[in-house]
């Protein structure tokens, strides 16, 4: 009886303890979809992105089906953005415009794609491939919503893509003209010469004097 009775408190024991492993491993592995989405929210507040990225990583992982995820996705890039972190900002816009892309959804997010890469331009004299994907992508926006909410930002910003890149050119013409390369100094003076931005009066960016001797 003494030996049953022994054996009897040693299981209680081993499931007791299995069930306290069992629920520790239920609090680190397998959270609802809500509390990651606090958790995300949470470190948004607390300026902790890469922490807020892990959340999401769970979230997406554990819970691939969430209604939760749509918005979380909109949140975090708009948290990149605003620490200028525009590369980040554009894979979660690119990951929601993939998984949730409906015509209204679209809409916004790509809207968000140009408003990241318009503001990850402080650099007048760089990034000209991007900045002429961007031109091309906002035309398209245009193109394709017509009556679109956001259209008058968006032609503001084309407008502004489109006379930094004019700039481009001419500063590159200037610089194959400097370092003897007539021809092709000649090739981007015919393309100014054909932009309908020729007659603008525009003002040049203000680039500070340690920056102006590399640009």
Same mark, same amino acid.
């Given at each position: 009886?003494?030996?049953?009775?022994?054996?009897?408190?040693?299981?209680?024991?081993?499931?007791?303890?299995?069930?306290?492993?069992?629920?520790?491993?239920?609090?680190?592995?397998?959270?609802?979809?809500?509390? @990651?989405?606090?958790?995300?929210?949470?470190?948004?507040?607390?300026?902790?992105?890469?922490?807020?990225?892990?959340?999401?990583?769970?979230?997406?992982?554990?819970?691939?089906?969430?209604?939760?995820?749509?918005?979380?996705?909109?949140?975090?890039?708009?948290?990149?953005?605003?620490?200028?972190?525009?590369?980040?900002?554009?894979?979660?816009?690119?990951?929601?415009?993939?998984?949730?892309?409906?015509?209204?959804?679209s809409e916004y997010a790509?809207?968000?794609?140009?408003?990241?890469?318009?503001?990850?331009?402080?650099?007048?004299?760089?990034n000209q491939q991007l900045?002429?994907?961007?031109?091309?992508?906002?035309?398209?926006?245009?193109?394709?919503?017509?009556?679109?909410?956001?259209?008058?930002?968006?032609?503001?910003?084309l407008v502004k893509l489109?006379?930094?890149?004019?700039?481009?050119?001419?500063?590159?013409?200037?610089?194959?003209?400097?370092?003897?390369?007539?021809?092709?100094?000649?090739?981007?003076?015919?393309?100014?010469?054909?932009?309908?931005?020729?007659?603008?009066?525009?003002?040049?960016?203000?680039?500070? @004097?340690?920056?102006?001797?590399?640009?």
């Amino acid at each position: 009886m003494m030996r049953v009775s022994l054996f009897v408190l040693a299981l209680i024991g081993v499931l007791f303890f299995g069930g306290c492993a069992s629920k520790k491993e239920v609090q680190i592995y397998n959270k609802p979809a809500s509390y @990651w989405y606090e958790q995300i929210i949470k470190n948004i507040k607390n300026l902790e992105l890469e922490k807020a990225d892990d959340a999401y990583t769970s979230l997406v992982s554990e819970h691939i089906a969430s209604p939760l995820l749509p918005e979380a996705m909109l949140i975090l890039s708009q948290a990149h953005m605003s620490e200028e972190e525009y590369l980040l900002a554009n894979f979660y816009l690119d990951e929601y415009i993939k998984r949730f892309g409906n015509e209204k959804r679209s809409e916004y997010a790509r809207f968000m794609k140009i408003k990241a890469n318009f503001e990850s331009f402080p650099n007048p004299n760089r990034n000209q491939q991007l900045l002429i994907d961007t031109i091309a992508q906002t035309k398209a926006f245009i193109a394709q919503y017509p009556t679109s909410q956001y259209k008058a930002m968006v032609e503001t910003m084309l407008v502004k893509l489109e006379l930094g890149n004019y700039y481009l050119d001419e500063n590159i013409a200037s610089l194959y003209k400097r370092i003897d390369k007539p021809q092709a100094a000649e090739l981007y003076r015919e393309k100014l010469k054909n932009s309908p931005l020729g007659e603008a009066k525009m003002i040049e960016p203000d680039i500070p @004097w340690y920056r102006s001797m590399f640009e």
